[in-house]
């Protein structure tokens, strides 16, 4: 089992950045797939960006390829989102999920989520 905390969301400007963090807890960490989502409200909660548990492995969402980067440091059992250039667009809740070695974009394959962190994109 693992329980994820997200934290570094906040307010921005257009054409700023963020870094999301999302610390996981259990010792089982490294051979967890994670990813990110986000969700606008009154939207589907959509797929953003995954990383194998390896590192080696990415997807990203057209919607930010190019702008977001994700990583994993597994030794500090904890997954990284980089946010640059920002749009109004992306504000959102961003989650966290995991899922045990697969890589996915689909939410529903994901079994641990965190709270998500407020990410809000001012114009």
């Known amino acids: 089992q693992v329980q994820l905390v997200e934290s570094g969301g906040g307010l921005v400007q257009a054409g700023g950045s963020l870094r999301l963090s999302c610390a996981a807890s259990g010792r089982t960490f490294s051979s967890y797939a994670m990813g990110w989502f986000r969700q606008a409200p009154g939207k589907e909660r959509e797929f953003a960006a995954a990383?194998?548990?390896?590192?080696?492995?990415?997807y990203y969402a057209d919607s930010v390829k190019g702008r977001f980067t994700i990583s994993r440091d597994n030794a500090k059992n904890t997954v990284y989102l980089q946010m640059n250039s920002l749009k109004p667009e992306d504000t959102a809740v961003y989650y966290c999920?995991?899922?045990?070695?697969?890589?996915?974009?689909?939410?529903?394959?994901?079994?641990?989520w965190g709270q998500g962190t407020q990410v809000t994109v001012s114009s």
């Open positions: 990383i194998s548990w390896s590192g080696t492995s990415t």
């Open positions: 999920a995991a899922n045990l070695l697969v890589i996915t974009t689909y939410p529903g394959e994901y079994d641990y």
